[in-house]
């Protein structure tokens, strides 16, 4: 059961309709009582990395979250801010991040660039990994993923970026260690390679 984190940010609709059409069982709740019957988390984030980590707080998802997450091994993905919220810290923000995966979150650095592109960091873009790591399994790497942001996350170990994609210059778009998963662009807005990822995610996590 895919439990999708309602706390008033993200594109929640989009990503039940992909779990309706492609028949993945899930929730969409802010009611941490019901935690208990998710076996996956998906944790959507629109916006900047303060707020949302104060309504996360206030409405008290995080600690049940912490609780399922940490303790109980329940396999999650952050997208977008949601994986923002997976490190130790952000540019964005005075606030903590979770740090699950250990890393800083820090504004696209274009000011070194010869020619910068411009921020946000906006539409299609190809990326590049593993085509036979399981998150990636079946995924058009060429075809790409939407991507909407201006900052990005820098684990501290290399070893948990799983993909990368390039505007400007490389960054990490998609992290993991072990349970625990971020996504940079936006899976639900991605079409065929959003669809095949969250069902990667739930089939393999």
């Known amino acids: 059961m895919l439990c999708i984190i309602d706390y008033g940010s993200g594109n929640i609709a989009a990503i039940a309709n992909i779990c309706e059409r492609e028949r993945i069982p899930h929730i969409i709740t802010h009611d941490p009582a019901r935690f208990d ?11 900047a990395f303060d707020p949302t980590v104060e309504t996360l707080r206030v409405s008290g998802i995080l600690p049940a979250l912490e609780t399922a997450v940490m303790e109980q091994r329940k396999p999650i993905m952050g997208i977008c801010v949601g994986m923002h919220l997976l490190a130790d810290s952000s540019d ?12 800083h979150v820090t504004r696209i650095d274009i000011q070194a660039l010869k020619q910068p592109p411009h921020l946000p960091h906006m539409g299609w873009n190809d990326i590049a990994g593993d085509p036979g ?10 075809r790409g993923f939407y991507f909407l942001h201006s900052y990005f996350f820098e684990p501290h170990n290399p070893e948990d970026v799983v993909a990368t994609v390039t505007y400007g210059t490389e960054l990490p778009c998609i992290v993991r260690r072990g349970h625990v998963i971020g996504a940079q662009f936006h899976p639900e807005k991605s079409h065929a390679n959003g669809i095949r990822l969250i069902k990667n995610f739930v089939g393999v996590a």
């Not at 019957?37 to 916006?47: E, Y």
């Not at 964005?92 to 890393?103: A, K, N």
């Open 92 to 103: 964005e923000g005075r606030h903590q991040g979770l740090g699950w995966i250990p890393g």
């Open 133 to 142: 790591d399981p998150l990636l399994m079946g995924v058009d790497l060429e």
């Open 37 to 47: 019957a998710a076996t996956h988390f998906l944790l959507p984030g629109v916006g």
